[in-house]
C-alpha cells in the first residue's frame, strides 16, 4: 500500500524550518500528514524526541532537528487554533482571499519559476490574496468565476492608503475601505482589463503548475501555455473591434462573453469525471464559439472604415449571377461612331453587368470578425462554422462601400433590388 501523501503546507511548514528530510519522510511514513495532526502528534519535547528523532539515526541527538520540528510544532498550533475558531463559529476553517502559508508561497513560486524559467516581477505578479484563493480552489477541484475586476497584482496591493473614518455617534465609527479601482479611471479602460486577465492567468499557471491523471495520461492542472492561450484567444477577438465600436462597449462586450465561456469551463471542472481546469479552458473556447456572435447586440458607437473593400483573391466564382442594375456599371470605353446616313443618331452607351468574378467583396465585417469565405461560395460551411468565422454576406454595396454583412443571405442569394447594388471589383 502506498504511503499517504503529505500536504503540501506542512511539508513547506516543516522545510521552511529546516526540518531534515529524513525528519519529514518519517512523519509521512507515520500517518502524520496534515498540521491538525501534527499539532497533536508530539506534544512535547520529549514525545518529539521518541516518536520521531530516536527513529532517525543521523540525527538522534541533533539539538538543531529538535529545535526545527518543536518550532514548527508551535506555529503549525497556532494555525489550527485559529483555524478551529472560525470553524466553531460556522465559518470554513480558512478563508478563501487570505494569503497562502509563506513558506507554501515561496514554494509555489519557485517551482514556477524552475519549470518555466521565468523570474516574477511584482508589477505583473498576482497579488497574495488572488493566488490564495486560486489555489485552495485548485486544491479542491473547484474553480469560481473569479471577477477579473477584483484581480490585483503585488505592486497594486501594496499601496495602502489610510481608510476614511467617521464618527457617527458615541463609540461608533464607521471605517471606508477605498478600493483602487473607484479612483482609477483606467480601471475599466480595454488595456487595463486585459492586463487584469494576463496576470489572472499567471495566477493560474501557478497554482495549477502539479500534475493530474486526465485520459490517461499526466498532465498538468493548468498549464502557462493553456492560461495564455486562452487570454491571447480573448485579445485577438475583441482588439480589432474598437476601430469600429466605441471601447466601453468592446470592455462590456468582452467580460460579458468571457464570463460565459469560463463558465463553462468550470462546469468542465467539476464534473465527473473532471477534467483539468486548462484543458477545460480549450474545450471552453472551442465548443462555445457561438457566444462571439450571440453578444454582438452590446457593441455600439459603429465608426466609418475606409478599408473594408478588401478583395480576396482566393473567392471562387459564384454558382449563379448576380442580377446587377444597369445603372450600377458603365462600359468605361467611349462609344465607338459608325459610318451612317445623315440624320441618324450616333449609338448610345449600354450598360454591362459584371461578371460574378468581377464583384468586390470584403474579408472581414465591419465589427472586425473574420467572414467565412467557404460560406459564401459553391464549398459551403455548416453552421456553425468549424473555424469561428461569421457566416454573414461578404458583398461590398455600392452606395455605402461597405460590406452587406447579413447572415440571412449569402454572396450566392444577394440581391441587388432587395439588399443592395453591389460594387464592382477594383
Same mark, same amino acid.
Not at 57 to 83: N, R
Not at 147 to 155: A, I, S, Y
Not at 371 to 380: F, L, M, V
Given at each position: 500500500?502506498?504511503?499517504?501523501?503529505?500536504?503540501?503546507?506542512?511539508?513547506?511548514?516543516?522545510?521552511?524550518n529546516m526540518v531534515p528530510q529524513e525528519c519529514v519522510d518519517?512523519?509521512?511514513?507515520?500517518?502524520?500528514?496534515?498540521?491538525k495532526l501534527f499539532s497533536k502528534w508530539a506534544p512535547d519535547?520529549?514525545?518529539?524526541q521518541s516518536l520521531v528523532l530516536d527513529k532517525v539515526p543521523? =540525527? @538522534?541527538?541533533? %539539538?538543531? !532537528? /529538535? *529545535?526545527?520540528?518543536?518550532?514548527?510544532?508551535? &506555529?503549525? #498550533?497556532?494555525?489550527?487554533?485559529?483555524?478551529?475558531?472560525?470553524?466553531?463559529?460556522?465559518?470554513?476553517?480558512?478563508?478563501?482571499?487570505?494569503?497562502?502559508?509563506?513558506?507554501?508561497?515561496?514554494?509555489?513560486?519557485?517551482?514556477?519559476?524552475?519549470?518555466?524559467?521565468?523570474?516574477?516581477?511584482?508589477?505583473?505578479?498576482?497579488?497574495?490574496?488572488?493566488?490564495?484563493?486560486?489555489?485552495?480552489?485548485?486544491?479542491?477541484?473547484?474553480?469560481?468565476?473569479?471577477?477579473?475586476?477584483?484581480?490585483?497584482?503585488?505592486?497594486?496591493?501594496?499601496?495602502?492608503?489610510?481608510?476614511?473614518?467617521?464618527?457617527?455617534?458615541?463609540?461608533?465609527?464607521?471605517?471606508?475601505?477605498?478600493?483602487?479601482?473607484?479612483?482609477?479611471?483606467?480601471?475599466?479602460?480595454?488595456?487595463?482589463?486585459? =492586463? @487584469?486577465?494576463? %496576470?489572472? !492567468? /499567471? *495566477?493560474?499557471?501557478?497554482?495549477?503548475?502539479? &500534475?493530474? #491523471?486526465?485520459?490517461?495520461?499526466?498532465?498538468?492542472?493548468?498549464?502557462?501555455?493553456?492560461?495564455?492561450?486562452?487570454?491571447?484567444?480573448?485579445?485577438?477577438?475583441?482588439?480589432?473591434?474598437?476601430?469600429?465600436?466605441?471601447?466601453?462597449?468592446?470592455?462590456?462586450?468582452?467580460?460579458?462573453?468571457?464570463?460565459?465561456?469560463?463558465?463553462?469551463?468550470?462546469?468542465?471542472?467539476?464534473?465527473?469525471?473532471?477534467?483539468?481546469?486548462?484543458?477545460?479552458?480549450?474545450?471552453?473556447?472551442?465548443?462555445?464559439?457561438?457566444?462571439?456572435?450571440?453578444?454582438?447586440?452590446?457593441?455600439?458607437?459603429?465608426?466609418?472604415?475606409?478599408?473594408?473593400?478588401?478583395?480576396?483573391?482566393?473567392?471562387?466564382?459564384?454558382?449563379?449571377?448576380?442580377?446587377?442594375?444597369?445603372?450600377?456599371?458603365?462600359? @468605361?470605353?467611349?462609344?465607338?461612331?459608325?459610318?451612317?446616313?445623315?440624320?441618324?443618331?450616333?449609338?448610345?452607351?449600354?450598360?454591362?453587368?459584371?461578371?460574378?468574378?468581377?464583384?468586390?467583396?470584403?474579408?472581414?465585417?465591419?465589427?472586425?470578425?473574420?467572414?467565412?469565405?467557404?460560406?459564401?461560395?459553391?464549398?459551403?460551411?455548416?453552421?456553425?462554422?468549424?473555424?469561428?468565422?461569421?457566416?454573414?454576406?461578404?458583398?461590398?454595396?455600392?452606395?455605402?462601400?461597405?460590406?452587406?454583412?447579413?447572415?440571412?443571405?449569402?454572396?450566392?442569394?444577394?440581391?441587388?433590388?432587395?439588399?443592395?447594388?453591389?460594387?464592382?471589383?477594383?
Amino acid at each position: 500500500m502506498a504511503a499517504p501523501i503529505m500536504a503540501d503546507d506542512l511539508r513547506q511548514l516543516l522545510l521552511a524550518n529546516m526540518v531534515p528530510q529524513e525528519c519529514v519522510d518519517l512523519l509521512q511514513k507515520d500517518g502524520c500528514i496534515n498540521l491538525k495532526l501534527f499539532s497533536k502528534w508530539a506534544p512535547d519535547r520529549a514525545a518529539m524526541q521518541s516518536l520521531v528523532l530516536d527513529k532517525v539515526p543521523s =540525527h @538522534k541527538i541533533s %539539538v538543531q !532537528a /529538535l *529545535a526545527s520540528l518543536l518550532q514548527t510544532h508551535d &506555529e503549525a #498550533t497556532s494555525i489550527v487554533t485559529e483555524m478551529t475558531k472560525r470553524t466553531s463559529a460556522g465559518l470554513d476553517p480558512s478563508s478563501m482571499d487570505e494569503p497562502l502559508l509563506h513558506a507554501v508561497q515561496q514554494a509555489l513560486e519557485a517551482k514556477f519559476t524552475q519549470k518555466y524559467s521565468w523570474q516574477l516581477e511584482p508589477k505583473y505578479q498576482p497579488s497574495n490574496s488572488v493566488l490564495g484563493r486560486i489555489k485552495r480552489e485548485f486544491d479542491k477541484n473547484a474553480p469560481t468565476i473569479f471577477n477579473v475586476c477584483r484581480v490585483r497584482t503585488v505592486f497594486t496591493s501594496n499601496k495602502i492608503q489610510e481608510p476614511k473614518r467617521r464618527r457617527v455617534g458615541t463609540g461608533i465609527t464607521l471605517t471606508f475601505e477605498e478600493d483602487l479601482d473607484d479612483e482609477d479611471p483606467q480601471a475599466l479602460k480595454y488595456r487595463q482589463i486585459m =492586463h @487584469k486577465y494576463n %496576470v489572472l !492567468a /499567471l *495566477a493560474w499557471a501557478i497554482a495549477g503548475n502539479f &500534475e493530474v #491523471t486526465y485520459e490517461g495520461s499526466k498532465c498538468d492542472f493548468a498549464s502557462w501555455q493553456q492560461t495564455y492561450r486562452y487570454i491571447r484567444t480573448l485579445r485577438e477577438k475583441t482588439e480589432l473591434l474598437m476601430d469600429h465600436h466605441s471601447e466601453e462597449s468592446v470592455v462590456r462586450y468582452l467580460l460579458s462573453v468571457e464570463e460565459q465561456i469560463r463558465g463553462f469551463a468550470v462546469e468542465y471542472c467539476r464534473r465527473t469525471p473532471s477534467v483539468p481546469f486548462g484543458a477545460a479552458l480549450d474545450m471552453a473556447l472551442k465548443e462555445n464559439r457561438e457566444l462571439w456572435q450571440d453578444f454582438k447586440y452590446l457593441l455600439s458607437g459603429n465608426k466609418a472604415s475606409s478599408s473594408l473593400r478588401s478583395v480576396d483573391a482566393e473567392d471562387l466564382p459564384v454558382e449563379s449571377p448576380l442580377q446587377v442594375p444597369a445603372t450600377s456599371v458603365q462600359d @468605361k470605353a467611349p462609344p465607338k461612331k459608325t459610318p451612317s446616313s445623315p440624320g441618324k443618331e450616333s449609338s448610345k452607351v449600354t450598360s454591362q453587368q459584371p461578371s460574378p468574378q468581377g464583384l468586390a467583396t470584403a474579408t472581414h465585417t465591419s465589427s472586425g470578425s473574420q467572414i467565412c469565405k467557404p460560406w459564401n461560395d459553391s464549398r459551403g460551411c455548416p453552421k456553425p462554422c468549424a473555424n469561428g468565422k461569421a457566416h454573414v454576406c461578404d458583398i461590398v454595396l455600392l452606395k455605402t462601400s461597405t460590406v452587406c454583412g447579413r447572415s440571412d443571405h449569402n454572396r450566392r442569394g444577394h440581391n441587388p433590388t432587395k439588399h443592395g447594388a453591389v460594387a464592382p471589383r477594383q
